[in-house]
């Protein structure tokens, strides 16, 4: 029962490197989200998608890109890292983006920029 | 500032006391969802209230829906250890984007 994984458990980049988070899921859902967490403000969309093919923008989207060419997959692109950046970055899933469905989340990439 | 905004930031009380904590905000939400997760860990869903006023109970966890489908209130009894973890609320508004609190962080000390 692998649910949501996400690749690296921590990284440490520096400033203006680039990387990619890797999600994947094996449950089937169309719906996958992005969201880093900060304290003091829980966690912040940064992007998602209703299916495959299909992305838009959430709360916190600039310095980031995403792509999901397969229903499993939702890897986030940081361009150029930024100090800002650092954060803990969950993936997540569920069956729909309703607010009635469950969210599925990974154990989380622990991002540090220096 | 943030769409839901949490009461308290922080909680630290002994075992055996009960707590509230609250989730508010100036939109209307069809349904409201609590998650718990502890260190190192992603959230896990606790609940989900989807009709004004509604009460749901989870064992000594007592989640509330305001009428007006803008608040929700987490009520714990008798506090255990176990319960220690960030409690965070979310919901959907609109166009699929999930919205999460800004979170509760509870110490419940032996």
């Known amino acids: 029962n692998a649910g949501v994984t996400q690749t690296p458990k921590f990284q440490v980049l520096k400033t203006g490197q680039s990387m990619t988070l890797q999600c994947a899921q094996d449950m089937n859902h169309e719906y996958m989200s992005w969201y880093r967490q900060d304290p003091g403000m829980g966690l912040r969309l940064i992007h998602y998608?209703?299916?495959?093919?299909?992305?838009d923008q959430g709360e916190v989207p600039n310095g980031y890109n995403v792509s999901r060419s397969t229903t499993e997959d939702f890897p986030l692109r940081l361009l150029s890292a930024a100090p800002s950046q650092t954060s803990v970055y969950f993936c997540?899933?569920?069956?729909?983006?309703?607010?009635?469905?469950?969210?599925?989340f990974g154990q989380g990439t622990r991002l540090t920029v220096v | 500032t943030q769409l839901l905004e949490q009461s308290p930031q922080f909680l630290s009380i002994q075992e055996g006391e009960n707590l509230t904590v609250y989730c508010n905000s100036s939109?209307?939400?069809?349904?409201l969802q609590w998650y718990r997760q502890e260190p190192g860990e992603g959230p896990v869903l606790l609940v989900t209230v989807v009709t004004g006023g509604e009460v749901k109970k989870l064992k000594r966890l007592t989640f509330q829906f305001g009428d007006a489908r803008k608040d929700s209130s987490l009520h714990i009894t008798a506090a255990q250890p176990g319960d220690t973890g960030l409690y965070l609320c979310?919901?959907?508004?609109?166009?699929?984007?999930?919205?999460f609190g800004t979170g509760t962080s509870l110490t419940v000390i032996p």
């Open positions: 997540a899933s569920s069956r729909t983006g309703g607010g009635n469905t469950e969210a599925f």
């Open positions: 998608s209703v299916g495959a093919g299909i992305t």
């Open positions: 979310a919901g959907v508004l609109s166009r699929n984007q999930f919205y």
């Open positions: 939109s209307v939400f069809s349904s």
